[in-house]
């Protein structure tokens, strides 16, 4: 008879296969070969942003290209009610948060891929160690309100798709070559056509990074390698029958980064906001991920349309980094002197460890959709079923420090806490019904339905022979939700709207922890004359139970490096305000975009079992942040562009506003990038950007582990040649 873990593990591997299987039966059914399908969007263009019954904004490959982006974080701070906490400096690891979903490593957002979750296993463990090169996206939409709860699981505050490079109608491609003043470069090419019924696309993006911190008693850097390739393959009907396209998805890339979790006391920080400890010099990420999609769509009728999206994603990494750095720098910040030797080298210590943070994930669904217009109605229904897991295995290697020297002395095996595998099995549902009431009425009623079943297995010895512990937490939430439009005159629209927020507790909960809920409202006003656009927009999120996700990279308020900690009831409220015009004299054209948001996050009521209480603010949650962009355009191809961003101080853990320490929360920043891009010919550009122009560095995370920097002034220049 099997063991129960030997159970749990045959259980899923057989329902996990089971579900690919009748995917692909499915898919395979309908039709042979198939597709140049359509882009995955859940907005749109930017004009279909400023219409929705609900907040939308779309970063347009117009805008990725102006800016020569390939930081995730730098593009989404021009976003309003979207957080950043900065960790790395090169936007390897984002920290996202949305209004009331705070940024503990993007964990409390939902972020997909042309419609399909990207996180490694979004219901079992959600912090999203993976995110897709930003260098080889062609737009991103950010969709927040009502509407999102066509999409899940994370439904509080926003969703995040990314959309990648579309196969073109025609042969076409590009190449764009760039490197910095530091020796850092970056390539990102790809190359497709459409013939007839079929079209193909292959696509890479190769970043070689060279680190700005200087580690003691090294020549490391702190720099990375990532490697990133795609292809698409598609078909699309011809003749009288029902229309109908197939496209295959096929992505992998890797990474190897040489990054630590250990960052630097406020002391050293203030002498040197660039240097690493020589005891982080062995820390090193690596990690690859690979994915198949393949979406179906059939044109039923005029008035109907039934689309299917199967995917897998596999991540697997291995974080080799300091373990429990964090007694050392908070020792240190309280004035011990002995533990700021220990980081400086300068004293011996014994025992240091370095865990292998050691992870395999798996993520595999199948989801179907109905679209049905029936008059002023334009309905979505869908399903669905998805799995997904988190099997750790972390040994600990156990170093000395010696005259400032790492020497090894011993592998420990890991324990049960480092020795776990988290399964979720995932069912939704969601009925989505856009209204057009009349001609200035437009109603949006949605209703999403989420089951989760979650198990974890700790195992009693590093065989896996024998069971150490297990838990489990069912929960299953509906979700409502009512938004509109009115047109005020053909200038004017207001907007508002209501719904529920969902956030599911990962494959550690127990029975009788509950999900993070959420009552979520906004209201806005638009205006639109052609010229200017300006939308103003408050928000309002209730949480009966506001939950942390704790891991390493983020520790919850408590302290705790795993599983969940409640905080409480709490506010989440703000206003988002953005403008935007196309100014044009003569031969010249100036673009302006402006954002800005206001938060306002704190405990609403005390809560002696946790020991917060009213008026504690959140972490993660600046009050204040901007941005403005703008730009000179010449008719001769010399376009310049100056974006603008600004972050206020944040909280690094709940109530720092109580805190006497000043040692829990950062500093505000203002960073400035200047663009120049100079066409030669019709096809080729060559382009010059200065990022933090001014050099201005200041602690824009203290998770984890301590201060950490934002990217110094980095000048780069770069070819773009297209066809």
């Not at 156990?398 to 806490?417: E, K, N, T």
């Not at 993660?620 to 403005?628: A, G, N, Q, R």
């Amino acid at each position: 008879m099997q063991s129960l873990p030997n159970r749990l593990n045959t259980s899923y591997s057989n329902r996990k296969h089971l579900r690919l299987s009748i995917a692909l039966i499915m898919l395979g059914h309908v039709a042979a070969p198939a597709f140049a399908a359509e882009e995955m969007l859940i907005i749109g263009s930017r004009e279909d942003a400023r219409r929705v019954a609900g907040s939308g904004s779309v970063i347009s490959r117009e805008q990725i290209h102006q800016e020569a982006a390939n930081d995730i974080n730098q593009l989404l701070k021009t976003v309003p009610g979207l957080y950043i906490r900065e960790e790395d400096g090169a936007g390897l690891r984002p920290n996202i948060g949305i209004r009331g979903a705070t940024s503990e490593r993007s964990s409390k957002i939902t972020v997909m891929e042309d419609g399909v979750m990207v996180s490694p296993a979004p219901y079992s463990d959600p912090a999203a160690y993976y995110f897709p090169t930003a260098l080889r996206q062609n737009a991103v939409e950010v969709l927040k309100g009502a509407p999102l709860l066509r999409y899940g699981p994370q439904t509080t505050g926003g969703v995040i798709n990314l959309v990648s490079t579309p196969i073109p109608q025609q042969l076409g491609g590009s190449l764009e070559v760039s490197g910095d003043h530091r020796g850092s470069n970056d390539v990102h090419g790809w190359v497709g056509s459409q013939q007839g019924q079929w079209s193909w696309l292959v696509e890479t993006a190769q970043r070689n990074g060279e680190g700005f911190k200087d580690v003691d008693r090294s020549n490391n850097e702190g720099g990375f390698l990532i490697e990133d390739y795609l292809a698409k393959l598609g078909w699309q009907s011809a003749g009288d029958g029902p229309q109908q396209q197939l496209q295959l998805k096929v992505q992998y890339s890797e990474e190897v980064s040489d990054e630590t979790y250990l960052g630097l006391t406020d002391v050293d920080f203030s002498r040197d906001e660039n240097r690493r400890y020589g005891m982080s010099d062995i820390d090193e990420m690596e990690n690859r991920h690979s994915s198949i999609q393949l979406n179906y769509a059939i044109e039923l009728s005029d008035t109907l349309r039934l689309s299917a999206v199967a995917y897998d994603n596999n991540f697997s990494r291995n974080w080799f980094k300091l373990d429990g750095g964090s007694a050392f720098i908070d020792a240190a910040n309280r004035g011990d002197t002995e533990a700021q030797e220990i980081l400086a080298g300068t004293r011996d210590v014994a025992g240091l460890r370095y865990k292998h943070n050691n992870r395999d994930y798996e993520s595999t669904g199948l989801e179907l959709n109905l679209e049905i217009a029936a008059g002023n109605h334009q309905l979505d229904v869908g399903a669905r079923t998805h799995e997904d897991s988190s099997d750790r295995f972390q040994p600990v290697e156990i170093y000395d420090q010696v005259d400032g020297a790492l020497v090894f002395q011993r592998l420990v095996l890991p324990g049960q806490s480092d020795n776990r595998k988290s399964e979720s099995d995932a069912f939704s549902a969601w009925l989505i019904d856009d209204w057009q009431v009349n001609e200035k009425l437009k109603l949006t009623a949605a209703l999403r339905y989420e089951d989760v079943e979650s198990d974890e297995v700790r195992y009693g010895n590093p065989q896996r022979s024998t069971l150490g512990s297990t838990r489990s937490n069912d929960s299953s939430e509906w979700l409502p939700g009512l938004s509109f439009t009115y047109d005020v005159s053909e200038q004017v629209q207001l907007l508002a709207g209501v719904h529920r927020g969902f956030s599911p507790l990962g494959g550690s909960a127990t029975r009788e922890e509950d999900p993070e809920t959420s009552n979520n409202w906004e209201a806005g006003i638009r205006y639109n004359n052609g010229s200017w656009f300006l939308e103003t927009i408050g928000f309002y999120s209730d949480f009966s139970e506001k939950v942390e996700n704790c891991s390493l990279a983020s520790p919850c308020s408590d302290g705790s490096t795993s599983g969940t900690f409640t905080t409480g009831e709490a506010v989440i409220q703000g206003v988002e305000f953005q403008a935007s015009r196309l100014f044009s004299f003569n031969r010249f054209r100036l673009p302006l975009d402006i954002s800005y948001t206001w938060t306002d996050a704190e405990i609403s009521r005390d809560n002696a079992i946790t020991g917060v209480t009213d008026g504690d603010e959140l972490k993660d949650v600046p009050e204040h942040v901007y941005s403005i962009r703008t730009g000179l355009e010449h008719d001769s191809g010399w376009n310049n562009y100056l974006v603008a961003k600004y972050v206020d101080e944040q909280c690094s853990r709940v109530g720092c506003n109580r805190d006497t320490s000043g040692f829990a929360a950062t500093d505000s920043v203002l960073v400035f990038d200047l663009i120049s891009r100079y066409t030669l010919r019709d096809n080729l550009e060559i382009f010059l950007k200065i990022e933090n122009l001014f050099d201005e560095q200041e602690i824009v995370s203290r998770d984890p582990d301590g201060a950490r920097p934002n990217k110094p002034r980095t000048g780069s220049l770069g070819l773009a040649y297209s066809f």
